[in-house]
């Protein structure tokens, strides 16, 4: 089992930035491949972003360029720092695990093993 705890959500104006923080316990992190997923009410959840142990990130399009995940195997804390922030950004950013290492071309739920509970991102206009 793994447990993962977000911080670092909250309230930011348009073109600001948040760093949000996912720390895991429970398993070896750094076999982890660790995900970003974000959700609005009555839509489904979305990809974000994911970094495979090796240190490859994936980036949904609409926050490349914005968008920067690390991870820190000695602390085992994945992070999502997000620049130039949008209204669309606003949602519940929810931090993810899987076991696989294998590269997924769209990931989706379905391919997480692990989820916090989450951290609401709201952008004001």
């Known amino acids: 089992q793994v447990q993962l705890v977000e911080s670092g959500g909250g309230l930011v104006q348009t073109g600001g930035s948040l760093r949000l923080s996912c720390a895991a316990s429970?398993?070896?992190?750094?076999?982890?491949?660790m995900g970003w997923f974000r959700q609005t009410p009555g839509k489904e959840r979305e990809f974000v972003v994911e970094?495979?142990?090796?240190?490859?990130?994936f980036y949904v399009d609409s926050v490349k360029g914005r968008f920067t995940i690390s991870r820190d195997n000695a602390k085992n804390t994945v992070y999502l720092q997000m620049n130039s922030l949008k209204p669309e950004d606003t949602a519940v950013y929810y931090c993810?695990?899987?076991?696989?290492?294998?590269?997924?071309?769209?990931?989706?739920?379905?391919?997480?093993?692990?989820w916090g509970q989450g951290t609401q991102v709201t952008v004001s206009s």
């Open positions: 993810a695990a899987r076991r696989s290492s294998a590269i997924v071309i769209v990931p989706t739920i379905v391919h997480y093993d692990y």
């Open positions: 970094i495979r142990r090796g240190g490859g990130a």
């Open positions: 429970g398993r070896t992190f750094s076999g982890l491949t």
